[in-house]
């Protein structure tokens, strides 16, 4: 790609060749040449061929099964799941480059049928896995290594696994059920377009372009920009609201009536392996915790100069500070921090340039928003953000980029062990985003600048943590008023009711509020999802704060912490960190750090 990397003295600094560091749309040659292309024919045949291979171990699977002949079939079992994954993920990511793509759409669909089918073909493994009588699944497990957690945890879901014909059903059901809604929900809303004044013209804007616009210093515009958005989408909302509300049904009816899980959340948990309990703990600690954002809104106020500041202004700057970033600039920004960290992590993110595996263009049909998606343990991660310039897209491609250094230095593992669990998924990249605001305050000689990032943490704190944490209350209220019959309105009278509690009188809130619930995609995408962003912003906030206080010492067990990937059960890694998640003083900590930040910016 003509990177050149040079270390110096003060960081990390970069020269480029062939425009690496422009904002481009990413390249998907690592998986296939295109969507048409011999290779990806080959893929389907060959994954077919490794399942028919796969499913001759059928009648080899029993109570005595010796120890090398079960790991085979584990390591066969992770070489089809690679290649699916190829397919799988080649066809999403294609997707998301142009939601409204019909060649793009017709092979997601494509793709899903057939994994999903393939997939049910080789079912009986982890069913008959599950069934194994603990004497035996221990045996194995002492001999599994790097798989022990992921076979362990498999058996986490016994009790509520269904035999292997409705296990089938399930996902058969699932194409045309759940997976169909969600693609059509995404269509439907990635098309939309927002036509806004800006600067004396009027503009047709994309989600993301109109979201930029609530963080500017011009009041009205924040306004138009939020008013605009709940407009289109609470005229849309009966027809969305009937969406996210087959899919409760969908979830209840599968989680609840046939796997019998306590709760709806239950379900998500387990997948996380995080006890209910805790996951309790930590809403609950959030919900006690209203006062601190409520006192940041109230300062902010002061500092805009009005009374009471409006939902509008949220993420209002408080100073005249309109400084942009180029993408060059902000890479560099970025990278120098990570180097300044440890220059491994500088190294791994500078794989995600230098393979072109980013797509950092602002486009009409792309999907708004950013993730980093890892596709398997050998190939270098992509990464989808919508770069303006801005300080917070500065910040987003940090974050995303933590996300990628994470699964590469825990690449190491097994495909089913890389990944930690959506929790402990977000330390890297809040991590990266701390990493990156303080070296912007020890650089940066402007104090309207400087204010800026040090509300902008506050702001953040408030993104992730509380907002999410109410995000997640109201999923538990709309799965339980969904089915006791609640109308779609009734549906957004009580998310209302949840920002009303959640701000108290801290702000003035618009009645066009009552509609944002149907354009958060992740509780459509993946139910009771978001309780993990506050619970790793929480987390990684005590990890930055002893950072703080051990330095150097530090690292070596942070990077053992995210190394370690998915490879032990969540609850262990955390234990074996020190941190106490089952006490709400843990969570407490958190938010008296943030009540630390709150004081200090009352004092400027």
């Known amino acids: 790609m003509g990177l050149l990397c040079t270390i110096s003295s003060r960081g990390f600094s970069m020269t480029t060749q062939n425009d690496v560091f ?21 893929a389907f045949k060959q994954a077919e061929k490794m399942v028919a291979d796969f499913e ?5 699977l029993s109570e005595d099964i010796p120890a090398d002949t079960f790991l085979q079939i584990v390591k066969d079992l992770e070489a089809l799941t690679r290649q699916m994954r190829l397919i799988n993920d080649y066809a999403e990511l294609w997707f998301t480059e142009d939601t409204q793509n019909q060649q793009a ?4 669909a494509r793709a899903e049928q057939f994994v999903t089918e393939q997939s049910n073909k080789i079912l009986f493994f982890t069913l008959w896995w599950k069934d194994l ?16 957690y992921w076979l362990e945890e498999m058996r986490h879901f016994k009790p509520y696994t269904l035999s292997e014909a409705e296990e089938k059903i399930i996902n058969t059901k699932d194409l045309t059920g759940f997976a169909a809604l969600i693609r059509l929900y995404d269509s439907i809303t990635n098309r939309y377009t927002f036509r806004v004044a800006v600067d004396g013209e009027e503009k047709e804007l994309t989600r993301g372009e109109l979201m930029s616009l609530v963080r500017l210093p011009d009041a009205n515009l924040r306004a138009a920009a939020y008013q605009q958005q709940y407009q289109k989408y609470g005229e849309e909302g009966p027809v969305l609201g009937q969406i996210y509300q087959t899919i409760v049904r969908d979830w209840y009816n599968e989680n609840i009536g046939l796997r019998k899980y306590k709760t709806p959340i239950s379900a998500r948990n387990l997948g996380n392996d995080i006890p209910d309990d805790v996951v309790d703990t930590l809403l609950d600690v959030c919900k006690k915790n209203t006062s601190v954002f409520q006192r940041f809104f109230r300062l902010k106020a002061k500092w805009l100069g009005v009374d009471t500041i409006r939902r509008y202004d949220v993420y209002a700057p408080v100073a005249e500070s309109n400084k942009k970033y180029p993408f060059e600039m902000a890479t560099e920004l970025v990278l120098d921090s990570f180097q300044e960290f440890d220059p491994r992590f500088a190294q791994l993110a500078q794989r995600v340039f230098a393979q072109a595996h980013i797509d950092s263009e602002v486009r009409k049909g792309k999907r708004f928003g950013a993730f980093c998606a890892t596709v398997a343990p050998d190939l270098t ?24 250094i994470h699964s590469l230095l825990a690449s190491d593992h097994s495909i089913f062990t890389q990944h930690a669990c959506l929790p402990l998924a977000e330390t890297a990249s809040t991590f990266g985003e701390m990493m990156l605001i303080d070296r912007l305050l020890a650089e940066e000689k402007d104090e309207g600048v400087r204010r800026f990032f040090l509300f902008k943490q506050v702001d953040d704190s408030y993104a992730t943590i509380m907002r999410q944490a109410y995000f997640a209350l109201f999923e538990k209220t709309a799965h339980e008023m969904t089915l006791q019959g609640a109308a779609v309105d009734a549906i957004a009278d009580a998310y209302f009711e949840n920002l009303q509690d959640q701000f108290g009188d801290s702000l003035i809130l618009g009645e066009e509020f009552r509609w944002e619930w149907v354009s958060i995609p992740h509780i459509y995408h993946t139910p009771f999802y978001v309780y993990a962003y506050a619970f790793g912003q929480l987390l990684v906030l005590s990890l930055y704060n002893q950072f703080k206080n051990e ?24 234990d074996e960190a020190g941190m106490d998640v089952r006490k709400p003083e843990f969570w407490q900590g958190g938010f008296d750090l943030i009540a630390t930040m709150v004081a200090q910016l009352e004092t400027l």
């Open 22 to 42: 422009k904002q481009s749309r990413w390249s998907l040659n690592d998986l296939f040449p295109s969507a048409n292309s011999p290779e990806m024919n080959n």
């Open 56 to 60: 001759n171990n059928r009648e080899i």
């Open 105 to 108: 759409q017709s092979l997601a």
């Open 133 to 148: 009588s603990e004497k035996n699944a221990l045996r194995l497990m002492d001999v599994s290594g790097d798989y022990r």
């Open 381 to 404: 991660p992509w990464v989808l953000i919508n770069y303006q310039g801005k300080a917070e897209d500065m910040a987003t491609l940090a974050h995303e980029l933590g996300h990628a």
């Open 551 to 574: 330095g150097n010492s530090f690292k070596p067990k942070y990077i053992h912490l995210l190394s370690t990937g998915g490879s032990k059960a969540p609850m262990q890694i955390l």
